[in-house]
Nanobody
Framework: QVQLVESGGGLVQAGGSLRLSCADSTRTFSGYALGWFRQAPGKEREFVAAVRWSSGRTYYADSVKGRFTISRDNAKNTGYLQMNSLKPEDTAVYYC?????????????????????WGQGTQVTVSS
């Protein structure tokens, strides 16, 4: 059973940076994609970014494109989300997720139902 553990969240001023990590503590994950989602209070969980595990191809929400970078280290079974130029509206709990399903396009990887395993979440707070 894959267990994802996020780390790296915290409090940062607007314009600052944070790097989130998502590790598979069991080192057993063998799937197709890693995704990051976020959920602010009173809002639905929304897609942030995804990376195909084998090819490294990446996808981003328009709201973070050019500011966030998703990556993965296959040897360490770990994914990362580098967040630069943070804004107060980026404040949310960030979740990583892993998918064991293959999809041709990007649409399903932008939906929570496209993923099988989830981490517990890490809080990111951006002050103005």
């Amino acid at each position: 059973q894959v267990q994802l553990v996020e780390s790296g969240g915290g409090l940062v001023q607007a314009g600052g940076s944070l790097r989130l990590s998502c590790a598979d503590s069991t080192r057993t994950f063998s799937g197709y994609a890693l995704g990051w989602f976020r959920q602010a209070p009173g809002k639905e969980r929304e897609f942030v970014a995804a990376v195909r595990w084998s090819s490294g191809r990446t996808y981003y929400a328009d709201s973070v494109k050019g500011r966030f970078t998703i990556s993965r280290d296959n040897a360490k079974n770990t994914g990362y989300l580098q967040m630069n130029s943070l804004k107060p509206e980026d404040t949310a709990v960030y979740y990583c997720a892993a998918s064991t399903k293959y999809y041709d396009g990007t649409y399903r990887y932008q939906l929570p139902v496209g993923y099988d395993y989830w981490g517990q979440g890490t809080q990111v707070t951006v002050s103005s």
